[in-house]
Each structure stands twice: as structure tokens, then as C-alpha cells.
């Protein structure tokens, strides 16, 4: 198991993976990455928009209407930090251990 001290070195980010059944037709990956922070990556396949970076940023207007509801499913790393009715955006743990350390002490 890795040491408190090398885990700060790690950048353990939030990622998921949306299926495209759940997104609106015609949705463009450049859409994606505008709402996104510079150092995160998106990549829209056949089967997926991944996104992954230590923020990032789900928009309703993305999502069909019945798949809106089933976006935590989507996520594979990371928490909800704040979830509205027309956005969701989800953080990487490396900033909830740092959220803790700093009410800690």
C-alpha cells in the first residue's frame, strides 16, 4: 500500500465514461472540452465520451433526458462536488484528502 507521502505525488483525477446511447445526437467534442478546465482530456469514441482531469464538468444539455438521472453510474474515479439541475461536476479525491488534511489541522 502506497505511503501518505508518495500518494500526494500521485494525481489521482476524476474520470468517466459517458456511453453514447446517453448523449444527445450531434453533441460536439469541442461543445465538451469548452466547458472542461485546460488540463483535462475528452475523447469521444464510438462506444464512450471519456473525460478524466482533477474537475470536471457534465452538462445536461449533453444527455438524453431519461439518461440525466443515471450520470453516477457513468463515473468511474472521483466524487460529485456539486450536482445542479443543469450540471453536475466531479472532482478527483486528490482534493478531498486535501480538503480533509486542511480542516484537520
Request: charged content about 30%; hydrophobic content about 35%.
Amino acid at each position: 500500500m502506497a505511503s501518505p507521502a508518495s500518494r500526494a505525488n500521485e494525481t489521482p483525477d476524476a474520470s468517466l465514461e459517458i456511453p453514447t446511447e446517453w448523449l444527445m445526437p450531434g453533441l460536439d467534442l469541442e461543445t465538451v472540452r469548452e466547458a472542461q478546465r485546460p488540463d483535462t482530456t475528452a475523447t469521444l469514441t464510438s462506444e464512450y465520451l471519456a473525460l478524466a482531469g482533477v474537475e470536471l464538468v457534465v452538462e445536461r444539455r449533453w444527455l438524453r433526458e431519461a439518461n440525466w438521472r443515471q450520470i453516477k453510474q457513468a463515473i468511474t474515479r472521483g466524487y460529485i462536488y456539486r450536482n445542479s439541475a443543469v450540471q453536475v461536476t466531479l472532482r478527483g479525491e486528490r482534493r478531498e484528502h486535501e480538503r480533509r488534511g486542511t480542516k484537520a489541522a
